[in-house]
């Protein structure tokens, strides 16, 4: 089994780091890795059958150390559903970040916000999702070994872990947001017709990542929190332009506040908040 092979090279290669959290960091957000103490880097090219993101902004590498005093495994870039690899490869990481020892993945993106009064530089904690992405990672032939056919997604963004990083923006000054955000297949940027239709089902951020990593952590039992870090108004709601580059630099811009918040947020985990019974 890739993942096995796969979990099994990450603790070869960070020798007494068992990782209890896996994080994945968005477009422009990879410097939240430099704050891992004791870090090992494994480049995805080197883990067999990770994903191998062709989008700038996303290194392409597993950062595994101590952040927060938790062992975690960041992974340091995404790949897309509109990059056309499909999803094995993302299901291959996922669950190598299970079997490794995870029983937590903190899901960072960057986004678009829907609300006029959350706009650039904000923060948004994900309570629920839409995917419109027009394909499930969960498509194809079930691996019982990982977790049942059709599991639910009640509650797929952990209320009790949303709870704690609500609690520790507030305790550390930071204004966080809560919304739901809709993945949108890309690559091209939304129309202002389709912003229209997203607000009106109910979302209240919208980007092109995300939901299928929640969805495959889920399926095999990871509890999951999400921050995106809001980086334009959607199109049609705001002034300028939106485009790639304009998306990696406002990530980049509030980088430091989302490390300030999952620094805490990590520093808040205890025992009581593992993994269910």
Avoid at 29 to 34: E, N, S
Avoid at 122 to 145: E, F, K, V, Y
Avoid at 194 to 223: F, N, Q, Y
Wanted: overall charge negative; hydrophobic content about 45%; some cysteine.
């Amino acid at each position: 089994m890739t993942a096995a092979r796969a979990a099994a090279e990450i603790l070869h290669r960070a020798p007494g780091v068992k990782p209890r959290v896996g994080i994945v960091l968005g477009s422009g957000l990879g410097g939240v890795a430099d704050r891992i103490a004791d870090a090992v880097a494994i480049p995805y090219t080197e883990l067999p059958g990770f994903p191998v993101p062709s989008v700038e902004g996303h290194t392409g590498r597993l950062v595994l150390g101590t952040l927060g005093g938790q062992p975690v495994a960041c992974m340091q870039g995404r790949v897309h559903a509109y990059e056309g690899a499909g999803f094995d490869t993302l299901k291959t990481a996922i669950r190598a970040l299970k079997l490794a020892g995870c029983d937590i993945l903190a899901l960072t993106c960057a986004a678009g916000s829907l609300q006029l009064d959350v706009g650039p530089g904000c923060l948004m904690a994900i309570s629920d999702h839409i995917n419109m992405l027009g394909a499930n990672p969960l498509t194809g032939p079930n691996d019982d070994s990982f977790g049942l056919r059709f599991p639910s997604m009640t509650d797929a963004w952990d209320p009790a872990l949303r709870a704690l990083l609500k609690a520790k923006a507030a305790a550390i000054g930071i204004d966080l947001a809560e919304g739901v955000y809709v993945a949108y297949p890309g690559p091209s940027f939304e129309t202002p017709a389709e912003v229209r239709m997203l607000k009106l089902l109910g979302a209240d951020a919208v980007g092109m990542s995300t939901v299928p990593e929640c969805i495959i952590a889920r399926h095999c039992g990871l509890r999951v929190v999400g921050c995106a870090v809001i980086t334009n108004l959607g199109v049609g709601l705001g002034d300028g332009p939106v485009d790639h580059d304009q998306t990696l630099r406002a990530a980049s811009a509030a980088a430091s506040e989302l490390e300030r918040l999952l620094v805490g947020f990590l520093e808040g985990l205890h025992e009581k908040d593992g993994p269910r019974p």
